[in-house]
């Protein structure tokens, strides 16, 4: 009997004070969360989340734009009703669309190749140097001046991408700093020719003499430039190229992984290839529309802003044709609107460069809810 009391009390455990207040505590679970790649979401429910990031970003952009001094109540009639019900502002959209299309169209089309073409500019840059080239030396007949200037506005943006497109597949540089870098060159060239050969005589100003009447892209009537149209067109290229044709395919094959596309047959090289040049013939042509089109000449900062629109829109749109022309015509109308803040509220245009920015950076918050979600992996006990 001594000895089985002497055992008892030499189990700690069995006297423990806190084992009754453990045992009451053990049902309880620390609740763990893991955040993993989502394998598919549908497009209901992407749409919806890219809804709300713009909303939020539109709200944010609200709330700037009133602490600077816009009534509240006006900001629906200067973003919706004067611009898109007003016929002078819809068209002064259409006229600021028609480029942005183009280089938002050239962006989206690289980009869905994996080449990341940042040198939209100099690829604009030069196309309308082309261009002015075939106006200043008067090559051709009048009446095929004008499909000459597209070609050769085509045929020297293609060019200036080619090398960037050669070096990243050949020998493996990086396409962001080799496309940008060009950008500056093309500027410098630019400024040569404007300060230089090119300079117009008759003024003696820093742009090329004037274009022609037969030189310039017509109207279509009621001050609407021809240029949409040729930015709508290409835009139904640009979807029909992507959405139905074969080389579409090959770039879905090369955008989801081009290794496991080249080891199915896919043409990698030439994919990548084809959607760059196209890339930088778009580019090109917004060049012409932007000297033909709008400025009627060749000038030292026709380009500047186009670059980082071209990004901008291709980056809203998710690489889509349509989207991107949607999402041109978006931003085309948020500079209409910016300029006519300026005018009435003296909001600083450096605002509406603000606005995009902070649209941006909300578009590209939705893709981390888009790509991942929390999943709940079980507890662990609390001790």
């Known amino acids: 009997m001594v000895d089985a009391t002497l055992a008892a009390i030499a189990q700690p455990a069995q006297t423990d004070p806190d084992a009754a207040l453990r045992a009451r505590r053990q049902p309880l679970a620390r609740r763990r969360y893991a955040l993993e790649i989502r394998q598919h979401m549908g497009w209901r ?6 809804a709300a990031a713009l909303l939020a970003g539109l709200a944010i952009s609200a709330a700037i ?79 095929l001046r004008l499909p000459l200037m597209f070609a050769a506005a085509i045929g020297c ?48 100003f820093p742009y090329s003499p004037q274009f022609r009447i037969f030189e310039r892209l017509p109207e279509l009537g009621a001050g609407v430039s021809s240029a949409i149209v040729l930015a709508a067109v290409v835009a139904l290229f640009a979807w029909w190229l992507v959405g139905v044709s074969r080389a579409g395919l090959y770039l879905r094959f090369v955008d989801a992984n081009p290794r496991v596309a080249h080891a199915n047959g896919v043409p990698v090289r030439r994919t990548i290839y084809g959607a760059v040049l196209l890339s930088g013939a778009m580019a090109g042509l917004a060049g012409l529309a932007v000297a033909s089109g709008q400025e ?13 629109s071209g990004i901008l829109i291709a980056f809203l749109a998710r690489n ?64």
Not at 45 to 50: E, N, P, T, V
Not at 297 to 304: I, K
Not at 339 to 363: K, T, W
């Open 45 to 50: 429910r992407q749409a919806l989340i890219l």
């Open 65 to 143: 734009l009133v602490a600077a001094g816009v009534p509240a109540d006006e900001l629906a009639n200067e973003f919706v009703m004067q611009t898109f019900f007003d016929g002078q502002n819809f068209r002064a959209v259409l006229f600021q669309a028609a480029p942005m299309i183009l280089v938002g169209l050239a962006g989206s089309l690289a980009f869905r190749a994996r080449f990341w073409n940042l040198g939209l500019e100099g690829q604009m840059i030069w196309g309308a140097i082309g261009a002015t080239a075939v106006s200043m030396w008067q090559i051709g007949p009048e009446p």
């Open 157 to 204: 943006g293609l060019l200036w991408v080619l090398g960037p497109a050669w070096l990243k597949i050949r020998l493996g540089v990086n396409e962001i700093i080799s496309t940008l870098m060009l950008n500056y060159m093309a500027a410098n060239f630019l400024l040569h020719l404007v300060y230089g050969s090119w300079k117009d005589p008759k003024d003696n």
């Open 296 to 308: 009627g000449r060749l000038t030292q900062a026709f380009y500047q802003g186009y670059g980082f």
């Open 320 to 383: 889509n044709p349509l989207a991107a022309t949607v999402v041109a015509l978006l931003v085309a109308a948020l500079f209409v609107t910016g300029r006519s803040l300026q005018v009435f509220y003296q909001v600083p245009f450096s605002m509406v460069q603000l606005i995009q920015a902070i649209i941006v950076v909300c578009v590209a918050s939705s893709d981390f809810f888009i790509r991942h979600r929390l999943r709940r992996v079980g507890g662990e006990a609390v001790q």
